[in-house]
């Protein structure tokens, strides 16, 4: 089990290091685009988790959405700093 801010650390390091294999590499290798694909899909899936699906099965589908926003932030190189200043 992950924290937050552990997931954003260990996307950080794979975004520098890019290790082969890694799913997280790959996609931060596609760019944006390819990601945004998949942050739009994982909203759709919580949104529909949320509405007839088990809260196991929303936590699951919440976790993937927040994950591929945590890459997309780091693929346009925008710290959680700038994201928190405007909470």
Known sequence: MKSFNDLYAEL???????PEGSASAELLNQGVHAIGKK???EAAE????????????LALEASQLIYHL??????RKIP???VEERL
Do not use: C, T
């Open 12 to 18: 950080l390091a794979k975004d520098i290091a890019r």
């Open 46 to 57: 919580v949104w529909i988790a949320s509405e007839y699906e088990s809260d196991e099965a």
């Open 70 to 75: 945590q890459l997309i932030l780091i693929a």
């Open 80 to 82: 959680m700093s700038m």
């Open 39 to 41: 942050l739009v899909e």
